[in-house]
């Protein structure tokens, strides 16, 4: 109802949900296509990274959970999936390349809140190597003062506004705009 057309279902450190929810969707399709149809699933993650920074990972709709789960077993995640518990064994740099090379989007999440965690890392100079490797940042406050002294390298990496929504209601309160001919993580990445 929200007018939103794809979303990318980031659940912590589990792409558990990923099969159901498109099995649901298949569902709802066929009962109602009209206002179904145009909707698409990312599969997702937000992986605990070591050093506590939270990577979205985000997938081609054609992907499911397993591909979502070989990632987070190829990066050493070590706690409970589903839960914030664990970190991978991995380098956040690491995890950005087996992001990438499975086809993925690595993003850093919610750059600009406390639990984000990219920019407590110790300076600029550690952040460099990260920066030059993101495909994106997730902003949920565009206004947020932590962003300010990365202002430059900020403009060179692709900005999403996400909702960061933990309960259906949150959905869709903070979004981002893109266009693509079909739904897809080349479209995504194109964007």
Same mark, same amino acid.
């Given at each position: 109802? !929200?007018?939103?057309?794809?979303?990318?279902?980031? %659940?912590?450190?589990?792409?558990?949900?990923? &099969? !159901?929810?498109?099995?649901?969707?298949?569902?709802?399709?066929?009962?109602?296509? =009209?206002?179904?149809?145009?909707?698409?699933?990312?599969? +997702?993650?937000?992986?605990?990274?070591?050093?506590?920074?939270?990577? @979205?990972?985000?997938? &081609?709709?054609?992907? +499911?959970?397993?591909?979502?789960?070989?990632? /987070?077993?190829? #990066?050493?995640?070590?706690?409970?999936?589903? &839960?914030?518990?664990? $970190?991978?064994?991995?380098?956040? *740099?690491?995890?950005?390349?087996?992001?990438?090379?499975?086809? +993925? $989007?690595?993003?850093? =999440?919610?750059? %600009?809140?406390?639990?984000?965690?990219?920019?407590?890392?110790?300076?600029?100079?550690?952040? @460099?190597?990260?920066? /030059?490797?993101? %495909?994106?940042?997730?902003?949920?406050?565009? =206004? =947020?003062?932590?962003?300010?002294?990365?202002? #430059?390298?900020?403009?060179?990496?692709?900005?999403?506004? +996400?909702?960061?929504?933990? *309960?259906?209601?949150?959905?869709? /309160?903070?979004?981002?705009?893109?266009?693509?001919?079909?739904?897809?993580?080349?479209?995504?990445?194109?964007?």
């Amino acid at each position: 109802d !929200k007018g939103i057309q794809c979303i990318v279902v980031t %659940d912590h450190n589990t792409g558990g949900w990923i &099969d !159901k929810l498109k099995a649901e969707l298949a569902t709802l399709t066929q009962v109602d296509a =009209a206002k179904w149809s145009a909707i698409t699933i990312f599969p +997702g993650m937000e992986l605990s990274c070591n050093g506590g920074v939270h990577m @979205k990972v985000i997938l &081609d709709p054609t992907k +499911g959970s397993s591909d979502i789960e070989a990632i /987070r077993g190829s #990066v050493g995640y070590s706690g409970t999936p589903g &839960d914030s518990d664990g $970190v991978t064994s991995q380098s956040i *740099e690491q995890v950005i390349r087996t992001i990438q090379s499975a086809g +993925g $989007v690595a993003c850093a =999440a919610h750059v %600009d809140q406390p639990k984000g965690l990219l920019f407590s890392l110790t300076d600029h100079n550690t952040l @460099k190597p990260i920066f /030059r490797l993101l %495909d994106a940042v997730e902003i949920i406050n565009p =206004a =947020a003062t932590c962003l300010q002294p990365h202002a #430059v390298t900020l403009a060179a990496i692709a900005s999403v506004l +996400g909702s960061d929504s933990h *309960e259906p209601n949150d959905i869709g /309160r903070g979004y981002t705009w893109v266009k693509m001919s079909t739904p897809s993580i080349e479209g995504l990445k194109l964007a």
